[in-house]
C-alpha cells in the first residue's frame, strides 16, 4: 500500500480533468465526491475509480460538457436529463434543485435519467443533511445482485442512502448497498488477493465463494428482504421514468468507454423546519445517537454506534495520514499522469 495526501491530490486530478477539457462543474464534483468518500474510508467508491473516469472520458461514455434539461413537473416534482454527464455532477445538480424545491413545499423528489455513475449516495444525501432536511439518494446498477433463490443476477446493488442533521455533529447517514457488499469492494480484495467471506459472493451455478476471482454475482442483504429493497429502488428510479432495468444496463467495466449506458437515479428532499424547529429536531437527533452510544456493549464487540459513525473517525484520521492505495491502482493512476508522483506521501505497508 501507498498513502497519498488528499490536497496535492486534488489539484492533480483537476489538472488531469481539465486537460481533457472537461466541464469545470464535472470536474469539481467527481474530485470532491471521490475525494471526501475516501476520507470517509468507503474505498470502494472513492479515489480507487478515478483512472477509470478518466478513460470514460476519453472514451466519450461521459459528457464532458453535458446540457443538463430540468422539467419542474410539479410543485415538488423535477425530472433531469442528465445528457450522459458523470453522476456525480448529475446527482448533485438534481440534489441541490430538489433541496431548493423542498424549501418551498416541504418535500420534493427528482428522476434523473441519461446519467452515469455516481459514486457514493452519501454525496448527495449528505448535501439535504448540511442544509437541515432529510435527504434520500438511489440509483439503479448494471445487474449484479443475484436474484434470491436463483442462479443470476438481476437488480444491480441498488444503494439506499438516507441522511438526517443532528446538533453538534456532523448528520446521520445510512448509505448501504441492497447487496451484501459492492462489486468495486470484491475488485479492492481481488487486488489485495484476500479471500472474501462465503455469503458475500457467488459463483456461475450461485455458490457461495470465498475466493474474489471466482465471484460472478453479489448476495442480497438479508436474502429475500435485499432482493425486494433492491426492488424498490429500481422501481423508484427506472421505473417511473421507463428508464432501463438494471438487467439490460451495460456494465460499468464490462462495456466499450464509447457507450452510453443510461442510468437512473431518485433523490428525495424533506424540509424539517416544515414539520418542527431545526433547533428541536437536531437536538432530538442528538439525544437518540448518544443513548444508542451508551448502550450496553457485547463482549468482544465492535463499540456501540450508529451509521455513519465509523466513516466520520476515519475522515479526522485520513484528513492528517493520507488515504491509502494498492499500488496496483496507483500504477493506473501513473499511465494517466506522472505528475500524481507529488502525491505520495509514504510506500509504507500497511497493516
Sequence with gaps: MITLDSHILRGLMKEVLEARNVNPDSI?????STITTSLRGVDSHGINLFPHYCRAFEGTRLEIKPNFKI????GGTLIVDADHAIGHHAGAVAMDATIELAKENGIACANVINSTHFGAAAYFGLRAANANCLGFAFTNADSLTKAFSSTESFFGTNPICFTAPIAGEGPYCLDMATSITSWNNIKNHRRGNKNIPSDWACDAKGKGVTDPHDAVTLNPIGEHKGFGLGMMVEIL?????????AKDLLGMYTAPLDARRKLSHFFMV??????????????????????????PQMEGALPMMVAGDPQKKEYVKRIDAGIPMFESVFEDYLSISESFKKAVISEKISS
Excluded: Q, W, Y
Design 71 to 74: 422539467d419542474k413537473t410539479s
Design 237 to 245: 428510479c427506472s421505473t417511473l421514468m421507463g428508464g432501463v432495468t
Design 270 to 295: 424533506i424540509d424539517v423546519s416544515k414539520f418542527t424547529p431545526v433547533d428541536v429536531f437536531k437536538n432530538n437527533m442528538k439525544g437518540i445517537v448518544e443513548r444508542i452510544r451508551a448502550l
Design 28 to 32: 469539481h464534483h467527481v474530485i470532491e
